[in-house]
């Protein structure tokens, strides 16, 4: 049963122009969604949360954005690098201790 | 500050063994969960531990199991191998609170049973 989904495997956008990667969910009970980067060889590095009490939350070129009627996130890149390309995962948890993690969308930034 | 260090790095098993695969947490950090990403997979929740103490547990079957020791470091065992055990493990050391807390992930152990 996967309770987090990212439904586009991969995604590419030109050098500085805008990333947007989506995630849905199914559980209403989450209440903190977290965005991981991975490159190949490497473990996934959190970049950005969210709690189920805001609907946004920006940190530098990275906002995340959180629509809990629709059980929908997702990630904004602004401007894209080349650097971003790699592998983003979205995950959830209720209460910290489980986190559960999309299938992941494999961005490609092209200079 | 040292991060989370995974051992091996990669491992080849057969049908029926059994695996130890080992995590040191980050220094500050007092809570370890373990992963198992299989290929073209996000990864799947194993268990948590917190205290020594297993405190969460995915759908995982008891022959996964866990320790954590005084340090915080981590061991995950899987007993009676299975080709389906094929995967990235990976660990993720956090300081433990309510909430959402990120983690810091290690690069993993890449174990093939064959």
């Known amino acids: 049963d996967q309770q987090v989904k990212q439904n586009s495997p991969s995604l590419s956008v030109q050098e500085g122009r805008i990333s947007i990667l989506n995630c849905d969910y199914t559980?209403?009970?989450?209440?903190?969604f977290l965005w991981y980067k991975k490159y190949p060889a490497e473990g996934p590095t959190f970049l950005i949360s969210?709690?189920?009490?805001?609907d946004k939350n920006e940190d530098g070129r990275f906002t995340v954005f959180l629509n809990k009627s629709a059980k929908h996130l997702s990630l904004h890149i602004v401007p894209s690098q080349p650097g971003d390309s790699a592998v983003y995962f979205c995950?959830?948890?209720?209460?910290?201790?489980?986190?559960?993690f999309g299938t992941g969308t494999s961005l490609t930034v092209i200079p | 500050e040292t991060g989370v260090t995974q051992s091996p790095t990669h491992l080849i098993k057969t049908r029926g063994q059994q695996v130890t695969l080992r995590c040191s947490s980050q220094?500050?950090?007092?809570?370890v969960s373990w992963y198992q990403q299989a290929l073209g997979q996000g990864p799947q929740f194993i268990f948590q531990?917190?205290?020594?103490?297993?405190?969460g547990r995915g759908n995982f079957p008891p022959r996964f199991s866990g320790l954590q020791f005084p340090n915080y470091s981590s061991e995950l065992n899987v007993n009676a191998l299975e080709l389906d055990d094929s995967a990235l493990y990976l660990c993720?050391?956090?300081?433990?609170?309510?909430?959402?807390?990120?983690?810091?992930f290690g690069s993993g152990t890449r174990l093939t049973v064959v």
């Open positions: 993720a050391s956090s300081f433990y609170r309510t909430g959402g807390e990120s983690g810091t």
């Open positions: 559980n209403s009970m989450f209440d903190y």
């Open positions: 969210i709690s189920s009490i805001k």
């Open positions: 995950a959830a948890t209720q209460g910290g201790n489980q986190f559960y």
């Open positions: 220094s500050g950090h007092n809570t």
């Open positions: 531990y917190y205290r020594e103490e297993e405190n």
